[in-house]
């Protein structure tokens, strides 16, 4: 039975009572910090501002034996931060699994040549042997950089994206990513990203960054002439054209986009990346911490933006306008009046499709906060939104957003998200491909909100359409109709007497 929804903070926080309930006495306490109802308060950094409250525990690690959706620091840096870049190859050093496992599953898309000049979706991995466990995968690794030199010489440089495995044995691929460097005169990157390290893919995210600042910045002369209009979108991946969405919107309102990070990206772009006159910020969760380094140690600022739905879209371009003074700004009012007509056309045509319809979102990095006032925009409410390895200050963000009442989870368990989606009974859920299949065995439409569910793009005006339309695709599907969920079945009653 599903609940009669109002949004008030009681309900929800009855229903969170009733999901710990069936936890062991320990296990509930520690999964209670991670859940909770959004409360109102008022901000006092911007005067009348009325946020919510999103007090959750998060960034520690999850049950063990209890379903988790997280990824690991691999899948951090080797799937978010450096795959992307498409003219370097990525080796996936270890056992042949973990790359396998990895191989094209994001989106990305990229111009350029297969093998030639990009490569993005092959796979390049170690294949670690039992062999190379025991006496150590040194000797392994140089002969496949020896290989990759051979095969594709026009690769701009390799990463070492190390797995397990490598941290365990101890392998020293610093000193081979410097030797075999020195020997091709190119940049070889080791990233110590083994997936054991930290308590999800976020630590990951913080490696790769860390291994830009070490191993790519200042390692090269740069011969780039920086413009008074420069700037670098970061944490932008790409996904079905998402950086290229916003590259024409930030273009047309007069700036020059020196390097996207990482979707479409080249190794140019990043070194020549603290020239630049502002660092736009796209996925804050991945990326802040190469945009702070930038800041302390090149003097360039970062600001976040959101380039979901149309309200959001003409704050972040009247925002970033804004640092550049009055000409960009004239520029940027100019290009929101130019797509006015098309997101009114958009509004009016699914908002009576889509007008008070509910939706329940569980993401990584940014979306579970920064798609909210896309959904507003066409009339939908979100009841819940959650995120797999968000940090305190990603919560504090979406108090932004949400709405008092809405239910809060962080790294929510497989049985949680379950019981939520089936007492609440949203009309819409977003979340990724795990739990695609099972919330759809429940009769209740669903969008893969990673990579779009194989649509796109989602980000600028044109992306809101393609957003629009789907989101009225799953939700008003007529196969909905066509079968109950389980629980809503009428048993049949048994024959009476055997027939005669």
């Not at 986009?257 to 969760?285: F, M, Q």
């Not at 970033?320 to 509004?347: C, M, N, Q, W």
């Amino acid at each position: 039975m599903s609940l009669d929804y109002e949004n008030d903070n009681a309900l929800h926080e009855k229903l969170i009572e009733e999901v710990l309930s069936h936890y062991p006495d320990k296990a509930a306490k520690r999964r209670k910090k991670h859940l909770s109802v959004a409360k109102n308060k008022q901000e006092t950094a911007e005067e009348g501002q009325v946020v919510s409250e999103c007090d959750v525990k998060s960034n520690i690690k999850s049950i063990p034996g209890v379903m988790t959706i997280r990824g690991c620091a691999y899948a951090g840096s080797k799937g978010v931060v450096w795959g992307p870049i498409k003219d370097m190859v990525h080796i996936s050093h270890g056992p042949v699994g973990c790359g396998q496992y990895s191989w094209s599953q994001r989106r990305n898309y990229y111009v350029g040549t297969t093998g030639i000049d990009a490569f993005v979706t092959m796979q390049f991995t170690s294949d670690f042997q039992e062999k190379d466990i025991v006496f150590g995968g040194d000797k392994k690794l140089e002969k496949i950089i020896d290989e990759i030199e051979e095969l594709f010489p026009l690769n701009n440089g390799v990463t070492v994206q190390s797995e397990c495995p490598i941290g365990l044995i101890g392998d020293d691929i610093e000193a081979v990513s410097r030797k075999k460097a020195e020997e091709y005169k190119t940049t070889i990157v080791p990233v110590r990203c083994e997936g054991f390290r930290g308590v999800s893919q976020s630590l990951g995210h913080h490696i790769a960054n860390d291994a830009i600042r070490d191993w790519v910045f200042d390692t090269t002369e740069v011969a780039y002439e920086a413009g008074r209009y420069d700037v670098n979108v970061i944490g932008d991946y790409n996904i079905g054209g998402d950086a290229w969405a916003s590259r024409i919107l930030l273009e047309e309102i007069g700036l020059h986009v020196v390097g996207n990070w990482s979707g479409d990206a080249t190794l140019a772009e990043i070194e020549r990346a603290p020239t630049a006159k502002l660092n736009l910020i796209h996925c804050y969760r991945s990326m802040n911490y190469i945009c702070r380094h930038m800041e302390e140690k090149y003097g360039v600022p970062w600001m976040e933006y959101n380039f979901f739905g149309p309200s959001q879209i003409e704050a972040s371009l009247r925002q970033i306008a804004k640092h550049f003074g009055p000409e960009i700004e004239e520029r940027a009012e100019r290009v929101i009046a130019k797509y006015s007509g098309l997101t009114d056309a958009v509004i009016d045509k699914y908002w009576p499709r889509l007008h008070g319809k509910r939706v329940m979102l569980y993401v990584g990095g940014l979306r579970p906060r920064h798609v909210i006032t896309a959904y507003e925009d066409l009339g939908m409410e979100i009841v819940g939104t959650g995120y797999e390895f968000a940090h305190n200050d990603d919560y504090q963000r979406t108090g932004h957003y949400v709405k008092e009442g809405t239910l809060i989870y962080d790294d929510v368990t497989g049985y949680e998200l379950e019981k939520f989606i089936e007492r609440i009974r949203p009309d819409l859920v977003g979340s990724g491909i795990k739990e695609k299949y099972s919330v759809q065995k429940m009769g209740i439409p669903f969008r893969q909100m990673h990579s779009w569910d194989y649509s796109g793009p989602y980000h600028g005006y044109d992306g809101f359409a393609i957003f629009a339309r789907d989101m009225d695709l799953a939700v008003n599907n007529p196969v909905w109709d066509l079968y109950d969920a389980p629980w809503q079945k009428v048993t049949m009653p048994a024959a009476s007497g055997a027939a005669e």
